[in-house]
């Protein structure tokens, strides 16, 4: 099925050739354009269907000329069934509260943040993040979006540590993660797929068909585990495409 972007009400633009973060050895570039405060949810929308990734008020999408590794990739959430593994996953978060609030940056969560980066993605790109930065990454936006904080057990001197938050975006037919960070120290929890797994139940509890994942890119070792949460859809030229 073809995609439909709202072309009219945007401008696109090219990203000059950069080393691929993913693929040794291999040079990235991307299409992009800003996304409008008139109708920023439904734009955003429609280019999320189109597999664009949205940064702030920025929407994005692979254009590589010698390589099409990278694609967009949503989990089908109202047939996703829990295997053992993630079920396990699950129970060893129970103990964490769960708060939606809104897009608003928390000297905790950017603090979260850079400790995340560092141990996690030393040298990326996002290391040299700065407060004025992490404001704009979660506040700078004309869309429907929120963040999930993750704590431990309240304590008689106040709400527990918090461990992780996610950043996403509420679309017309599924829930969008847009950026997920979590305390790096708790490597026995599995934060990073529990909130995968905890976005797949509240796309669920609100009968939303999908839960998007944004870029696969098959090969890296960064993007692998986007693969275990099946069944899944891969965008294809023409249109997503089921795979279980």
């Known amino acids: 099925m073809t995609q439909h972007v709202p072309t009219r ?6 990203t000059a050739v950069a080393p691929c973060p993913y693929l040794p050895g291999m040079t990235e570039r991307k299409v992009f354009a800003n996304l409008p405060f008139s109708d920023g949810a439904h734009v955003n929308d429609e280019l999320t269907h189109a597999g664009f990734r949205r ?8 254009a590589c000329e010698t390589c099409d590794a990278c694609v967009s990739v949503r989990i089908l959430a109202h047939e996703f069934r829990f295997s053992r593994g993630q079920r396990k996953a699950l129970a060893r978060n129970d103990d964490l509260s769960r ?5 608003e940056a928390t000297q905790e969560q950017f603090a979260l943040l850079k400790r995340y980066l560092a141990h996690r993605h030393p040298g990326g790109g996002m290391t040299d993040m700065t407060w004025g ?9 004309a869309v429907r979006t929120h963040l999930i904080e993750y704590r431990l057990p309240s304590t008689d001197e106040g709400p527990g540590d918090l461990v992780a938050v996610t950043l996403a975006d509420l679309l017309s037919d599924g829930l969008s993660m847009v950026y ?3 305390d790096p120290d708790l490597v026995k929890r599995s934060l ?53």
């Open 180 to 182: 997920s960070f979590y």
């Open 99 to 103: 708060d939606l609030v809104e897009a």
């Open 9 to 14: 009400q945007l401008r696109f633009f090219m």
């Open 55 to 62: 940064s702030q008020n920025i929407a994005y999408r692979p």
């Open 133 to 141: 930065d992490y404001m704009a990454m979660v506040e700078d936006t």
């Open 192 to 244: 990073g797929v529990f909130a995968i797994l905890d976005h797949v139940r509240q796309a669920q509890a609100v009968r939303l068909p999908y839960v998007y994942l944004g870029y696969w890119v098959q090969g890296s070792p960064k993007m692998d585990y986007k693969a275990r949460f099946r069944p899944m859809e891969v965008l294809k030229p023409l249109g997503w495409t089921r795979v279980d």
